[in-house]
């Protein structure tokens, strides 16, 4: 009965106005496996209502077929354009709103403590994320965006926070604590991410 309740589904959303990434794994004890991961695309519509509309009923609709425990969500990133950001913000508010209304709680993190958490360095590009996303889960696949793999990222991302072991909670302050405590689980990751860094 104990061990049932160690599952977690874990749902990842990258937000944004133009395409959504969003990824879903299902945490069991020590082991993460890949659900799914994909993308809503918003391109065809030029209505900035019509798109937070479709952001709103498509994260709606994967929380009603996934039924994630949690939801896990990137934060704005700011750039050089105020504009960019205020969209971003309005379509992660969006979607953040859809998971409150199905009850599913909500964690942002930053773009840098995911790709810390990820790969171990905070200045990853969305390809070396990509990579060692396939190595941790197992997926050959290569999505049709980034934007997708962006999504899953911010759900493993969340999954490394905290890893749960004979009823305790132990929270991870970055990569280096979780690799020291979880090496049979990073077995052969430290070269791929070498080979990202070279």
């Not at 104990?2 to 749902?11: D, G, Q, T």
């Not at 994909?38 to 900035?48: E, N, Q």
Request: glycine share 8%.
């Amino acid at each position: 009965m104990l061990n049932e309740k160690k599952e977690r589904v874990i749902m990842g959303i990258d937000p944004g106005t133009a395409v959504m990434g969003y990824g879903v794994i299902l945490e069991k004890g020590n082991k993460t496996e890949l659900i799914s991961l994909g993308v809503v695309k918003m391109t065809h519509l030029d209505d900035p209502f019509l798109k937070l509309q479709r952001i709103f009923e498509k994260t709606v609709v994967l929380m009603e077929q996934y039924k994630p425990d949690v939801l896990a969500i990137e934060a704005p990133f700011y750039g050089k354009n105020i504009q960019v950001l205020l969209k971003l913000g309005r379509a992660q508010g969006i979607a953040i709103a859809a998971a409150l209304s199905r009850n599913v709680p909500v964690t942002e993190y930053s773009p840098r403590k995911i790709k810390q958490s990820i790969t171990g360095s905070g200045n990853a590009t969305k390809e070396q994320v990509a990579a060692m996303l396939q190595r941790l889960l197992n997926f050959k696949e290569t999505p049709e965006f980034l934007d997708a793999t962006d999504g899953l990222a911010v759900a493993v991302c969340h999954s490394f926070q905290k890893i749960t072991a004979g009823g305790k909670s132990k929270t991870y302050s970055g990569w280096e604590s979780f690799v020291s405590d979880n090496k049979t689980k990073v077995t052969g990751i430290k070269k791929v991410n070498t080979k990202l860094k070279g």
